[in-house]
C-alpha cells in the first residue's frame, strides 16, 4: 500500500545544512495500523509530511498504491492528497467558520464529488465517531476529543488509501486520547483503513499493529504486536526506548 | 453546501471582519490620495501657486509622501488580512485543494474587495475634497478666487494610485499561494516576525544620520549651484534626504527592539517591549509611515502661522498706517484729494508727507546659464548696468522719516527692513549708478554710518542731495516716482477710507503700469536685446498661459501680493490678509487635514492589528496571575508606543528642518524677529494638534482595552 525506500531529506538552515532522514525505508500493508516513533528531531515529522507530499524529498522513492510520488505534477500530487490520503493533525485543523458536518465534507467539496452518497457518508461516521449530536455545531463549540473526532471523521470522507496522523493525541486528555484512538480502531476494523501514526504516546502507539522506531534520521528498531496483550506490547515499546536512551 | 464556492461563501461571511478591514484600508487611502490630488490639480489651486515656485513643490513633496505612506499602509492591510486567511488557505492545500483553485478564489476575493473599494474611494474623493473645501469657504474664508474647480484629468493620478492597490494586493495574494511548503502557509498566522537583534548604539548613530541627511538635503542644492555653479536635475536633491531615512528606520527600530528606558526599566516593559519585538518590520514600517506623514502634515501646517506671523509683524513694522507711490506720469490722488476722501469717510489725517523717487540703474552680478553635457551650468557676469533700483535725495529720506541723515557725497546708502535684513536680490554694496536715459555715471561706495533700517522704505538707496540732483537730471516722468505717506487717527476703523483709495488708485493708474512687481525696464531692455523677448511682458505672459496682473482682478492674492504699485495701507493689508492668502492658506489646511487623518487611521488600526494578534498573550498572562493594573500598563505601553514615538519623532526632525530653512534662507543667515514669531506660533499649532492627537490616542487606547478585556485605569 505504502512504500518508502532510501529516502533522504535535508534543510539548509544559513549555511548549515542539516540532514534530518539519512535513506529511511519501510512499508505499509493495506488494512495495517502502524506507528512511528521516535525521539525529538528523529525525523518523525518530516517523515510524514514527505509522504504528505507536503515537502518533495531530496531522494528516495515514495510509492502510494503503485503511484511513485516524485513523478508526480503539482496538480496530481493535490489529487494524492484529496482522493488516496487523509489527513489527521495534531492541532486538528478544522475550520472555524464551518460546521462540524460541512468540516467533514470540506475533502469532498473540495474534489468536487459531493452527493448524496457522500453525504450519507458523512452522517455514518459522525454516527460511528460518536459525533452525530454535535454535528451543526462549530469548532470553537465543541471539545478537542470532538474535534480529533471529527478530524478522523474528514479524513475518511474520500475513503483513502492511508489517514495521516501527526500526533493526533498530542493536544489531547487521555480520555480523549482514548476515544481518538478507538475511532482509528474502528475505522480499521469496521471500513478497512489503513493508518500511518507519528506519535510519542506510547500508549496510543500500543494499539498497532506495528511500531517503527525512528533515531537520527534512520530507523532504528520495528516493533510488531502480533498476538501480545497491549499492555505487554507498550512495555516492550518503553524498553526499547530505554534501550535507545542508554545508547 | 456543496461546492467550493459555497464552502468560500460561508467563510467570507465568517471572516467579515477581515474582509472589511482590508476594504476599508484601500477605500480609506485612495479616497485621500484622490482628494489630495483633485485639490493638487485644481485649476483653483494652480493659478495661484506659481509654476516651480515652492508652495507648488511643497504641495507636490507632501503628496508623494503621503503616497508613500498611503501604498505602504495598502501594502500592510494586504499582508495582514492574508496572514489571517492563511490558514483557510493552507487547509484547503493541505486537504488536496490544488494551487490554481486556491489561488482562484483567493484572487477573485481580493479583486472584488480592492476593486470595489478603490473605485469607491476614487468615486468619493472629489466629493470629499470639494465638501472640505466648502466648509472652509461657509466657516472660514470665501472670497472670488476660492470657487474650486477640478481636472478631470487628476483622475489619472488617482487611477495610477488604485492599479497600485489592486495589483499589489493580488500580487501579495498570488505569492502567498505560490509558497511550497504548505506547513508554512498552515502556520503563517502564528509566525512571528523577528527582529534581528539591534545594537544600542543603533539608537544614536540614527539620530545622527537623521540631521546629517535632514542637512545635506537642505543644503546640497545650494552646494550644487553656488559652489558648483551646476543646476542639479529635479530630485536629485531627495537623494541626499536618503540618510534621514535610514535614520530613521534605526532609530524606530532601536527604539521598538530595545527601548530607551535603560536597563532599570528592562524588566517593568518586558512583555510590551517583547510583544512589539515579535511584530518588528511591521511595526517599524507603520512607524515610519506615521513619522514621516506627521513630517509633511507639519510642514503643511507651519505654512499658516510662519506666514501669517511674518506678515502681520511686517505690516506692524510700518512706520506709517499708509502708503502709496506711482510712476510720476500717472494721474494718482495728490494731497488735496486724499483729504477730501479722509472728509467723505469721517477719518483724520495727523501727518503726511511726499518725496520723489527715482529709478535708476546699478551694477551688479548677472548669472548667465550654459546648456552642457552635464546640464545647465552658470558662470557669474559682472554688468555695470544691472537692474533699476529706487533712489531717495537725503532730503527727502529725511522728509519722510524724520531724520537728519547725511550721506557723503559719492556714497550709496541702502535701507534694510526694519530687523535688518535686506530682502532677496538687493545689494548693498553697489558701485556704480547709472541715469539709463542719459547714460551719465555716479561711482558710489557704500555708506560708512550706521545701517539705515526703516521698513517702509526697504530696498532703496539714498543719496548725498547734490549726486542725486546730479544723477538723475535728464530722467523723464517714466523714470520717476511720487512717493506719499500719512497716518491718520484710529488707524483700524478706516477699512472703508483705506478701500476706497485704493479702489481709486487702481481706477486711475494706466495699462502701461499694469505690471508685476519683478518687472524691471532695465532688464526687459537687456532682455529684448538678448532674446527678443522679456518673460514679464503682458503678451510674453499670456503667450505661456501665465497669469498677468489685472486690475479686474484687484482683489486676488495675484494682485494684492504682486502689483509693482500696490499701495501699502496697514488696515487693508491686515484685514484682508486672510482673503488675499486664501487659497494659499486653505491648501495647506487641506493638505494637513489629509495628513492628519492617514496618521489617526494608520496608529488606530496598528493597534487594534496588535490587540487581535496578541489576545493570546494576554490569556496566558491573566492564567499566570497578572493583576489588571499590569495588564492595563502593557497594552498602554504599546499603544504609547505606535502613537507617541512617531508622532514625536516626526514632529521634533520637521521643527528642526524649519528652524534650519529660516536659518539659512536669509542674507545674512540667522532668525529674524517675523520668523522668531512664526516659529513661535508654529508651537501653538503643534500644541492644538499635538491634543487632538492624544484624544485619538485616548479613544485607540479604551478601544483595545475594550477588545483585550482589559480594565482601563485612570
Redesign the interface.
Known amino acids: 500500500m505504502l512504500k518508502v525506500e532510501n529516502l533522504h531529506k535535508s534543510y539548509q538552515v544559513g549555511k548549515n545544512t542539516y540532514e534530518v532522514l539519512k535513506g529511511v525505508s519501510l512499508n505499509v500493508e493495506q488494512g495495517e495500523f502502524v506507528a512511528v516513533m521516535g525521539p525529538s528531531g528523529s525525523g518523525k515529522t518530516t517523515l510524514l ?1 514527505c509522504i ?1 507530499c ?3 524529498a531530496d531522494s528516495g522513492s515514495i510509492r502510494l498504491g503503485g503511484t511513485e510520488l516524485a513523478r508526480l505534477g ?2 496530481e500530487l ?6 488516496k ?1 487523509g ?1 489527521v ?1 495534531q492541532d486538528f ?1 478544522l ?4 460546521t462540524v458536518e ?1 468540516n467533514i ?3 469532498a ?4 464529488s ?1 452527493s448524496a452518497d457522500v453525504e450519507n457518508r458523512a452522517s455514518q461516521l459522525c454516527e460511528v465517531f460518536g459525533i452525530a449530536a454535535i454535528k451543526g455545531k462549530y469548532p470553537a463549540e465543541i471539545s478537542g476529543g470532538e474535534k480529533q473526532r471529527t478530524a478522523v471523521a ?1 479524513a475518511l470522507i474520500n475513503n483513502p488509501l492511508v489517514i495521516l496522523a501527526d500526533e493526533p493525541t498530542g493536544n489531547l486528555d487521555s480520555k480523549s486520547s482514548r476515544a481518538v484512538i478507538g475511532t482509528f480502531e474502528q475505522a480499521k476494523s469496521g471500513l478497512g483503513s489503513t493508518i500511518f501514526m507519528v506519535t510519542h504516546d506510547s500508549f496510543a502507539a500500543s494499539f498497532c499493529d506495528r511500531v517503527i522506531i525512528l533515531r537520527d534520521g534512520v530507523v532504528w528498531r520495528t516493533l510488531e504486536k502480533r498476538d501480545a496483550e497491549r499492555t505487554a506490547f507498550q512495555d516492550a515499546l518503553l524498553a526499547s526506548i530505554s534501550e535507545m536512551g542508554r545508547q | ?4 464556492y ?2 468560500c461563501a ?2 467570507r ?3 467579515a471582519k477581515q474582509y472589511a478591514l482590508l476594504a476599508g484600508c484601500c477605500f480609506f487611502s485612495v479616497l485621500l490620495i484622490t482628494a489630495y490630488v483633485c485639490m493638487m490639480r485644481s485649476p483653483t489651486v494652480l493659478s495661484v501657486l506659481p509654476e516651480g515656485g515652492d508652495s507648488r513643490k511643497q504641495v507636490m513633496m507632501i503628496f508623494v509622501l503621503a503616497v508613500i505612506g498611503c501604498a505602504v499602509f495598502t501594502t500592510y492591510a494586504a499582508g495582514l488580512f492574508l496572514r489571517q486567511r492563511s ?2 488557505l ?12 486556491v489561488r482562484g478564489v483567493l484572487q477573485r476575493e481580493l479583486a472584488g474587495v480592492s476593486v470595489i473599494s478603490c473605485v469607491l474611494g476614487a468615486a468619493l474623493g472629489m466629493p470629499l475634497a470639494w465638501a472640505l473645501w466648502s466648509l472652509f469657504r461657509t466657516f472660514l474664508v470665501d472670497t472670488q478666487e476660492m470657487a474650486l474647480r477640478f481636472d478631470y484629468r487628476a483622475y489619472i493620478l488617482s487611477a495610477i494610485f488604485s492599479l497600485f492597490v489592486i495589483l499589489t494586493t493580488l500580487s501579495l495574494g498570488a505569492r502567498s499561494v505560490r509558497r ?4 508554512d502557509i ?1 502556520h503563517e498566522q502564528h509566525r512571528s516576525e523577528p527582529v534581528r537583534e539591534v545594537p544600542r548604539r543603533w539608537g544614536a548613530i540614527g539620530i545622527v544620520l537623521v540631521l546629517v541627511g535632514v542637512f545635506l538635503g537642505y543644503m546640497s542644492s545650494n552646494f550644487f549651484i553656488l559652489v558648483l555653479h551646476w543646476y542639479p536635475p529635479e530630485g536629485l536633491s531627495a537623494v541626499f534626504y536618503a540618510p534621514a531615512l535610514v535614520g530613521l528606520y534605526m532609530l524606530l527600530l532601536h527604539t521598538v527592539v530595545n527601548g530607551w528606558g535603560g536597563r532599570r526599566r528592562k524588566y517593568r516593559d518586558l512583555i510590551s517591549t517583547s510583544m512589539m519585538k515579535f511584530q518588528g518590520r511591521q511595526t517599524v514600517r507603520n512607524m515610519l509611515v506615521i513619522t514621516v506623514l506627521v513630517a509633511g502634515a507639519y510642514f503643511g501646517s507651519f505654512y499658516i502661522p510662519m506666514i501669517g506671523t511674518g506678515a502681520m509683524m511686517r505690516y506692524d513694522a510700518r512706520e506709517y498706517d499708509y502708503l502709496y507711490f506711482h510712476r510720476a506720469d500717472q494721474d494718482i490722488p495728490g494731497e488735496d484729494e486724499v483729504r477730501a476722501l479722509a472728509r467723505e469717510y469721517g477719518v483724520e489725517i495727523t501727518s503726511f508727507a511726499e518725496a520723489s523717487t527715482a529709478l535708476l540703474a546699478v551694477d551688479g552680478t548677472h548669472t548667465v546659464e550654459v546648456d552642457g553635457p552635464m546640464g545647465v551650468t552658470w558662470y557669474p557676469e559682472y554688468i555695470e548696468v544691472f537692474t533699476a533700483e529706487r533712489f531717495l535725495s537725503e532730503s527727502d529720506f529725511n522728509a519722510l522719516t524724520g531724520q537728519a541723515l547725511d550721506v557723503p557725497a559719492g556714497q550709496a546708502a541702502a535701507v534694510l527692513d526694519s530687523d535688518g535684513s535686506t530682502g532677496y536680490g538687493f545689494d548693498t554694496g553697489i558701485s556704480i549708478v547709472t541715469n539709463y536715459l542719459t547714460g551719465e555715471r555716479l561711482d558710489v561706495t557704500p555708506y560708512q554710518g550706521a545701517a539705515l533700517r526703516y521698513q517702509s522704505l526697504a530696498q532703496h538707496y539714498v543719496l548725498d542731495d547734490a549726486d542725486f540732483e546730479l544723477i538723475t537730471r535728464g530722467l523723464t516722468d517714466e523714470w520717476r516716482e511720487h512717493k506719499v505717506v500719512f497716518n491718520v487717527e484710529n488707524d483700524e476703523q478706516t477699512y472703508d477710507f483705506a478701500k476706497a483709495l485704493f479702489n481709486e488708485i487702481v481706477d486711475r493708474s494706466g495699462p502701461e503700469v499694469e505690471v508685476y512687481d519683478s518687472w524691471d525696464p532695465v532688464i526687459r531692455d537687456r532682455n529684448l536685446a538678448e532674446d527678443g523677448y522679456y518673460f514679464l511682458d503682458r503678451e510674453s505672459l499670456e503667450e505661456a498661459g501665465e497669469v498677468t496682473i489685472d486690475y479686474t482682478q484687484r482683489d486676488s492674492s495675484n494682485f494684492r501680493l504682486s502689483w509693482k504699485y500696490m499701495p501699502q495701507f496697514r488696515v487693508l493689508d491686515k484685514a484682508d490678509f486672510v482673503k488675499t492668502t486664501a487659497v494659499y492658506l486653505m491648501l495647506f489646511v487641506f493638505v494637513a487635514i489629509v495628513c492628519f487623518s492617514a496618521v489617526m487611521v494608520i496608529a488606530y488600526t496598528r493597534c487594534m492589528t496588535i490587540a487581535l494578534t496578541n489576545r493570546q498573550v494576554y490569556e496566558d498572562l491573566r492564567r499566570l496571575g497578572a493583576p489588571g493594573k499590569y495588564l492595563y500598563r502593557s497594552v498602554r505601553g504599546q499603544v504609547k508606543r505606535v502613537f507617541f514615538v512617531p508622532i514625536f519623532t516626526g514632529t521634533l526632525i520637521i521643527y528642526v528642518f524649519y528652524l534650519m530653512i529660516m536659518y539659512f534662507n536669509g542674507s545674512p543667515a540667522g532668525i529674524t524677529g517675523d520668523e522668531a514669531a512664526g516659529l513661535l506660533a508654529s508651537i501653538g499649532v503643534i500644541a492644538g494638534v499635538s491634543a487632538l492627537l492624544y484624544g485619538i490616542y485616548r479613544l485607540t487606547l479604551g478601544k483595545v482595552c475594550s477588545s483585550l478585556s482589559v480594565k482601563r485605569r485612570t
Open positions: 509530511n504528505s507536503y515537502i518533495p503539482e496538480d493535490a489529487e494524492v492528497r484529496n482522493r490520503l489527513f493533525f485543523l475550520l472555524d467558520g464551518l460541512q465534507l470540506l475533502p467539496i473540495i474534489g468536487g459531493v474528514r | 453546501m456543496r461546492s467550493f459555497e464552502v460561508v467563510l461571511r465568517r471572516n490558514r483557510e493552507g487547509i484547503f492545500m493541505a486537504l488536496g485543494a490544488s494551487r490554481a483553485q511550497t511548503n504548505i506547513i498552515v
